[in-house]
Each structure stands twice: as C-alpha cells, then as structure tokens.
C-alpha cells in the first residue's frame, strides 16, 4: 500500500474519532471501493450506517446501495460493529 494511501486512511480514521460525518463517509468509501485497502462491504456498511446516522444522505444511498450484494449475516454483522463503535465513541 502506497504511503500517501495510508496516511490517507489514517486521517479519515483519526477524523472518524470525532464523528464527523464527511470522515466517516469517506471510511464507508474507501471500504467500498478497496482504494488502499481490501474490499470489505460488512465494514464499509458500518461506516456508511455511521455517516447516514449524522444525517449524510449520500452514506445512506451507498449503504442501501452495497446492502444489495451484502447477506442478512453481513448485514446484521456491519449493524453490530456500528453499534459497538457508538458505544466506545
């Protein structure tokens, strides 16, 4: 992984600390589209779930829109990493 990618990553999580929205949408992005890391939709659906909970209506059209190749486990599974992350931030 390039280093600007992962210091990319790291200030969208250091962001992400702090709740803001834009941060947390770029997370569900970066998850969602593997730029710098690996494919991962059961994490980018808990940051997109985090974002659309701050009222980003793009992270609720990406969360329903990966959601479609997602299984209900995946689902219940990124719902519950959300939930953990909310009870710890």
Not at 38 to 67: P, Q, S
Request: proline share 1%; glycine share 6%; hydrophobic share 40%.
């Amino acid at each position: 992984m390039a280093r600007v990618q992962i210091d990319a990553l790291q200030k969208c999580e250091m962001a992400a600390e702090g709740g803001q929205s834009e941060a947390l949408y770029s997370l569900g992005l970066i998850y969602a589209t593997g730029k710098g890391v690996d494919v991962d939709y059961v994490t980018a659906h808990k940051w997109f779930n985090l974002a659309a909970m701050r009222g980003n209506h793009a992270a609720r059209d990406c969360r329903t829109e990966i959601a479609r190749d997602m299984s209900p486990d995946e689902i219940a599974d990124a719902q519950r990493q959300a939930r953990e992350w909310l009870s710890q931030h």
